[in-house]
T-cell receptor, first 112, second 113 residues
Framework: DQQVKQNSPSLSVQEGRISILNCDYT??????FLWYKKYPAEGPTFLIS?????DKNEDGRFTVFLNKSAKHLSLHIVPSQPGDSAVYFC???????????FGSGTQLTVLP | GAGVSQSPSNKVTEKGKDVELRCDPI?????LYWYRQSLGQGLEFLIY????????KSGLPSDRFSAERTGGSVSTLTIQRTQQEDSAVYLC???????????FGPGTRLLVL
């Protein structure tokens, strides 16, 4: 039972354009959401997060949108750069349960 | 400052042997987590330590897996009688008190032959 789903295993985008990574969840108890970036042979690096009381959070080139009614969140990267090429994981946590539930990841490739 | 460190970075072992994986969290972080990532999969929660509270072991896949955290800092994940399906990257993360963002180490790549 996958509670966090990333349905696109891969995405290719041209440098300078927008990258949109999507994530769906099924557990209505999730109230905090995060995006991590992972390069090969490294641990995940925290990118940006959003609480369920908000519907948007922005940090530089990265913006996360949360649609609670649709149980959907997305990460927008604009403009995309070749160095953004990595696997992106969305993750969620519920209330006092501190463990994160992760999606299976999306491989982003930004083409120069 | 220094991030989360893990050792060894790679471990190859034979089926049936025991292995110990070590995690040094970021100094001052009260919470410590273990996850594993099997090939092509997302991260799977294993166990969570918070201060002096009893750990949340709800993610441990079998009684062959155990973990301890000594002095509220370093943690060791032990896998007894390893099986081939234990092959994965084992990741440790830590977070400060009251903060939900977790910071990950580089992982230990375990291969059971």
């Amino acid at each position: 039972d996958q509670q966090v789903k990333q349905n696109s295993p891969s995405l290719s985008v041209q440098e300078g354009r927008i990258s949109i990574l999507n994530c769906d969840y099924t557990n209505s108890m999730f109230d905090y959401f995060l995006w991590y970036k992972k390069y090969p042979a490294e641990g995940p690096t925290f990118l940006i997060s959003i609480s369920s009381i908000k519907d948007k959070n922005e940090d530089g080139r990265f913006t996360v949108f949360l649609n609670k009614s649709a149980k959907h969140l997305s990460l927008h990267i604009v403009p995309s750069q070749p160095g953004d090429s990595a696997v992106y994981f969305c993750a969620a946590s519920a209330g006092s349960a501190r463990q994160l539930t992760f999606g299976s990841g999306t491989q982003l490739t930004v083409l120069p | 400052g220094a991030g989360v460190s893990q050792s060894p970075s790679n471990k190859v072992t034979e089926k049936g042997k025991d292995v110990e994986l070590r995690c040094d969290p970021i100094s001052g972080h009260t919470a410590l987590y273990w996850y594993r990532q099997s090939l092509g999969q997302g991260l799977e929660f294993l166990i969570y330590f918070q201060g002096n509270s009893a750990p949340d072991k709800s993610g441990l896949p079998s009684d062959r897996f155990s973990a301890e955290r000594t002095g509220g800092s370093v943690s060791t994940l032990t896998i007894q009688r390893t099986q081939q399906e234990d092959s994965a990257v084992y990741l440790c993360a830590s977070s400060p008190q009251g903060i939900q963002t977790q910071y990950f180490g580089p992982g230990t790549r375990l291969l059971v032959l």
